[in-house]
């Protein structure tokens, strides 16, 4: 059980699904990082999956990044597959269809006379929201973004740096790898920090924050190392946007050695399933530009540190525990499990499905009537013919 969901022991130990938490047929309305913006090049469309969804990517000849659904609405050609961008649309390989970032049909270039205009007009495919930042694309999961890519609510407006961890894969829905960051038990035993911890707990829209902070217990070695290089209280947050990323807030007012104040860190970590059991995570640590060279060498290398010891922090929890989890609510204990309570019930109540949710899925009754008449404009045609 390392690389695949379980599904097991549903007789002795049942998992209930609900409505939207840990569920894989529901995709968050929501931004998600889809691609490093250095490789999405002018005239390379790729392709990728998005939560179970295919799209194109693709970048126009004055820069702008584009995203549409990556099936052609003609006869369903993959748009990236040798697809090629010319100006500002991307032309499908099949027939030579063009379509703008927009999901406009703009040209069919093997149909001629008074009806093209009108099967242009009809030809028109999805198309998403695109944002870039922190050198990433972003994608919205919905027609229309309802807000824009997650900023740092105590760095807005600020110009900031930024650098990534490699991407990662967890053997679990999102829900659940974002859970563990609000998790304290398993920061006394998993991550051996012994602390004592007060919850602080709001919810705004779609965000979701839980602040951690206490004094520092000296039973462990990590708690020892805290106290004499940190101070013996413990300070951090959490704040999840769209069920679907998190942001989490690590060394808060505190002083190397009782004297020099310790920068904040700031951890995004995107979440973005591929397919049902395959979560990819994104990490982005940022800081503030600080100014002059000085400034900006500090910062610089502030991030450097931040990575190392994230990729330490990354690795106690992924290895054993995702691989091996086949996570069920019913046995959350009150109190202490209090916030991973609170966040079930949040992602259930105010997370919203987008388009791209299976969990929309109608069952279809008569869609064939589109067939037919193209059927019979064929058979109209081909009498007149002999
Ligand atoms: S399948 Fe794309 S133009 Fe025909
Ligand atoms: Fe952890």
Redesign the pocket.
């Known amino acids: 059980m390392t690389d695949m969901l379980c599904d097991l022991n549903q007789t002795t130990q049942p998992i209930r699904e609900l409505k939207t938490f840990n569920n894989w047929d529901v995709v968050p309305k929501g931004w998600y990082a889809a691609y490093k913006s250095k490789d999405l090049k002018t005239k390379k469309p790729i392709t990728k999956k998005i939560c179970g969804h295919q799209v194109v990517l693709f970048r126009t000849e004055s820069g702008e990044a584009k995203c549409l659904d990556a099936f052609?609405?003609?006869?369903?050609?993959n748009?990236a597959k040798e697809g090629k961008v010319i100006g500002e649309d991307i032309r499908?390989?099949?027939?030579?269809?063009k379509f703008n970032g927009d999901g406009d049909c703009t040209d069919?270039p093997c149909v001629h006379g008074k009806s093209t205009s009108s099967m242009v007009k009809r030809a028109k495919t999805m198309a998403y929201p695109v944002e870039e930042k922190y050198g990433y694309v972003w994608v919205f999961s919905d027609p229309v973004a309802t807000h824009p890519v997650f900023e740092i609510p105590e760095l807005e407006g600020q110009e900031v740096m930024f650098t990534h961890l490699e991407p990662f894969n967890r053997v679990a829905h999102p829900h659940i790898t974002m859970m563990n960051s609000i998790d304290e038990q398993h920061m006394r035993t998993v991550h051996k920090l012994s602390v004592k911890l007060n919850v602080e707990h709001w919810t705004k829209g779609k965000r979701f924050f839980i602040g951690f902070n206490g004094p520092v217990l000296t039973d462990t070695f990590i708690g020892k190392c805290h106290k004499f290089f940190f101070g013996d209280s413990y300070r951090s947050s959490v704040l999840f946007e769209d069920g679907n990323l998190g942001l989490l807030t690590t060394g808060i007012d505190i002083k190397f050695l009782n004297r020099w104040k310790i920068p904040t860190g700031y951890f995004i970590f995107s979440h973005t399933f591929i397919e049902k059991g395959k979560n990819q995570v994104i990490p982005i640590i940022v800081t503030p530009r600080r100014k002059g060279i000085t400034g900006f060498l500090f910062s610089w290398a502030y991030l450097r540190l931040n990575k190392i010891c994230m990729k330490y922090l990354a690795h106690q929890d992924g290895k054993i525990i995702y691989g091996n989890l086949r996570f069920r609510q019913d046995g959350l204990l009150p109190g202490i499990d209090g916030p991973t309570a609170k966040w079930i019930s949040f992602v259930n109540k105010e997370i919203e499905p987008s388009i791209w949710s299976k969990s929309l899925l109608r069952k279809k009754t008569d869609k064939d009537e589109p067939l037919q008449k193209i059927e019979s404009n064929f058979n109209e045609v081909t009498s007149q013919d002999h």
């Open positions: 052609c609405p003609h006869m369903g050609m748009l499908c390989f099949f027939h030579h269809w069919i």
